[in-house]
């Protein structure tokens, strides 16, 4: 793909503005109009009925029903086929209410009210009540609990039911609070004794258990009762473990499934010939990083880490690995789907020459590091090193990249000190805070460069409890920019969410980005047309 | 002789479960690292392994499953505590269906292919047949299984790509969507079988007894079916056990390729998640299956020759 036929591309998918567009066509000296955004289908009412079969690359014998276990793509969007939440990130990119109806908080925003909905029941007939919401949570809360949600509910000091409200009280005011809740391992489950009922499946959601065999199959039956009255369109719904892209393409050509997740991206131009399959993208937040652990030599430098910032071509790494389905990133992780993403922010692009500036800076004439990478982090991480390897020679810089096994790779080579360098994947956040929080504060479990600025923390608490709009915004402006220049962490590329269904499948316009396949809530927001 | 034979059988087990118990330790992570994947911190990862019995030393915990299988309890999966018996019960009964249909089709076309061979050694049809079974064998299995796929699935659309079977599709229904597999797994054993037919009758024309036959004025196919093949049964019987087994638990690339529900895709996802207890119940029924089949292979070959049925 030419440079100005990528950018046309980008902008008819709204990844870039179109004064973006301008501003780059020009850069690269061509002289264009606009292309036109008119001509885009028109989308039809939803329709009911119809089996829905469903081929996911993710899925293992091993995956369990306890939902704070849920870590791949299967067990997540077989959750929100039978499952419903406190809230929902709809498909325009908006937090709305799902069993709750309103929420407010307190002034210092530490005491969070959810108003339930009422006349809800569960699939066993069971009206859910605040009892279930409370129980639901404090399943995620506690010593023993090994739940991934255990650093979201953490802050949680108090719940508690309250007729048909639910009143959290945290630890520390947080603004963000009901984006935290929509969080795809707290579904809310049938109290059952001291704890939740996960074991029998049973929910609020769209759809009804029919059977489930990990890592092999999934069926799931229309819920009659549904309170969403515009939602929940099919009758039947079959969820397959489909592992090999190929069997998954496959699938999909034969006309045997009707959706398949994670298009291999090397032949996505041959699959998008077949004209009975639909390819559709949407740009999140999910994005590739390389952080540096900042507490060892020689990355406690920040001239060293500017040096190298400096010697990647992110252009080249997002048309050779990504082909192109992505966007550059600007090393923090907020990406154009967060509402406070920094598009001021001077992009870092490659100059061999900068790098040695910064590298003479570090009193350095020339720097040898190892990088380690395996395909766990994500699928080309190696190549992408080897490639990162191959740009940063041009700035007297080596790279030594090391392969590392993928098995334990999550637990002995990423966010440990036994390396100092390694390739990572984030499928970022919905909110600012809950990505920073995560990742980048100095006392959080998973701040994988190890990085502890004093200013950068300071506005991370004070933007957490801010609730005036502006204010926030000039915040997460600067941590971005702090992050960006002074921080630990490469992000080179933002990556795309990339799946192919059938033509026979209709949606609303508008696909939501906070994860891949509409947020995984094709369940209920797609239909046959 | 069978009871010896099985003691070292039940001895080989016993051994193959000790050797996987401490290869999957040698692994770096444990199951409670490879479920919470990234999300994992010292402190979730310490609350996981207490809850599935992982902060036990291995030897400890290598002793209690042993225990438990005298008693005649898989045990339950460490990672989705599911009893390992319903588990594996499904899996296995559809990988036992895959390689039963695979071999209806295959043992007998490859013993018709090599009887032929022999009857027509190197004519044109015996150099082509070898030909073609020699380069099926040699492709990789995923090669062989596309290329099926590329012209039965997607160009002419006869079968489907996807071997998607449950415990309630119907036996003929289950039998249509397996046919590619099975043929995939047809074309990667035929020719061993079938080679080895050819060799062990060739072999024996050249005996004295044979000659005695084709002086005596019989035709060549009945001197081949009735005088050469009797004798040739134990090399061939031989070799179809082992590619039986092969069969059973050599599939893990077919059933990925075809999405198939069996075994070897349970063994995979097994040790991916260090799932010791499934893993060591995969390795037992397949080194069962092996020591039952040589078994098998041994008595047969014992019951086809007179010579050693009736020892002096």
Known sequence: MTELKFLEEQMKKGWISRREFMARTAAIGAAVSVPSLLGSKAYAEPKKGGKFVVGIGHGSTTDSLDPGTYENDFSISSSFCRNNYLTEISNTGELVGELAESWEASADARTWTFKLRQGVEFHNG?????????????????????????PIVDPVSDLKAD??????????????????????????????????????????????????????????????????????????????????????????????????DRCDIKTLHLLERNKNVKIEETSGTGHYSIPMRTNLEPFNDNNVRMALKYALDREALLQTILRGHGAVGNDHPISKANRYHASDLPQKSYDPD????????????????????????????????????????????????????????????????????????????????????????????????????????????????????????????????????????MVPVFNNYIHGVSDKVAHDEQMAANWANDGQKWSERWWFA | MIAQRLGLGLLTLFVVTLIIFLGV????????????????????????????????????????????IFKGDFGVSIA??????????????????????????????????GILAALYRNSYYDRSVNIVTLSSISFPEFFVAYI????????????????????????????????????????????????????????????????????????????????????????????????????????????????????????????RTRDIPVVQACSLIFAATYVLLNLTADILSIVTNPRLLHPR
Not at chain 2, 100 to 106: G, L
């Open chain 1, 354 to 489: 900068k790098s040695k500036f910064y590298l003479k800076e570090a009193g350095l004439t020339e720097l040898s590091v190892d990088l380690s990478a395996a395909d766990a982090a994500f699928g080309g991480a190696v190549d992408a090193a080897v490639l990162f390897k191959e740009h940063a020679a041009k700035a007297g810089i080596n790279i030594n990249v090391i392969r590392e096994p993928n098995d334990g790779y999550w637990s002995n080579v990423w966010n440990t000190d036994n390396r100092g360098w390694c390739m990572c994947y984030w499928s970022g956040r919905p909110t600012e805070d809950w990505m920073f929080s995560t990742a980048y504060a100095a006392d959080a479990e998973w701040n994988d460069s190890s990085w502890k600025h004093e200013e950068f923390n300071k506005l991370l608490v004070a933007a957490r409890s801010e609730l005036d709009e502006a204010k926030r915004r000039d915040m997460y402006v600067e941590m971005q920019r702090l992050v960006s220049d002074e921080g630990g962490v």
């Open chain 2, 80 to 113: 989705n505590s599911r009893e390992i018996s319903d588990l594996i019960g499904v899996r296995f009964a559809n990988t036992i269906f895959l390689a039963v249909m695979a071999a209806v089709i295959a043992v007998p076309l490859a013993l018709i292919l």
């Open chain 1, 163 to 260: 007729g048909d409200t639910v009143v959290f009280t945290l630890a520390d005011g947080n603004a963000d609070f009901p984006y935290l809740v929509s969080d795809y391992h707290i579904p809310v489950l049938p109290a059952q004794d001291e704890g939740v009922d996960w074991q029998s499946a049973t929910g609020t959601g769209p759809y009804v258990l029919q059977s489930n065999e990990p890592g092999v199959r999934t069926v799931y039956k229309r819920n009659p009762n549904y309170f969403k009255s515009d939602r929940a369109h099919f009758d039947d719904i079959e969820m397959l473990t489909i592992g090999d892209v190929a069997a998954r393409t496959n699938a999909l050509t034969t006309g045997e499934i009707h959706l398949m």
């Open chain 2, 25 to 68: 330790e040698a692994l770096p992570g444990n199951a409670a690292e490879a479920i919470l994947g990234q999300s994992a911190t010292p402190e979730t990862v310490a609350a996981l392994e207490r809850q599935m019995g992982l902060d036990l030393p291995p030897h400890e915990r290598y002793v209690k499953w042993l225990g438990g």
């Open chain 2, 148 to 271: 099926l796929i590329l012209f039965l699935a997607v160009t002419l659309g006869w079968f489907p790509s996807l071997a998607n079977i449950g415990p309630e599709t119907p036996f003929w229904e289950r039998v249509y969507r397996c046919i590619l597999p099975a043929l995939t797994l047809t074309l990667v054993v035929v020719a061993h079988m079938m080679r080895m037919t050819r060799a062990a009758i060739i072999n024996l024309l050249a005996s004295p007894y044979i000659e005695m036959a084709n002086l005596k004025g019989m035709s060549r196919s009945h001197v081949i079916l009735r005088h050469a093949l009797p004798n040739a049964w134990a090399p061939i019987v031989n070799v179809i056990v082992i590619n039986l087994a092969y069969l059973i638990v050599g599939v893990v690339v077919v059933e990925v390729v075809f999405v198939y529900p069996g075994l070897g895709q349970l063994i995979v996802d097994s040790v």
């Open chain 1, 126 to 150: 069971k009206t859910m009540d605040a009892n279930d919401v409370v129980a639901s949570f404090n399943h995620h809360r506690g010593d023993d609990s090994g739940s991934a949600a255990k």
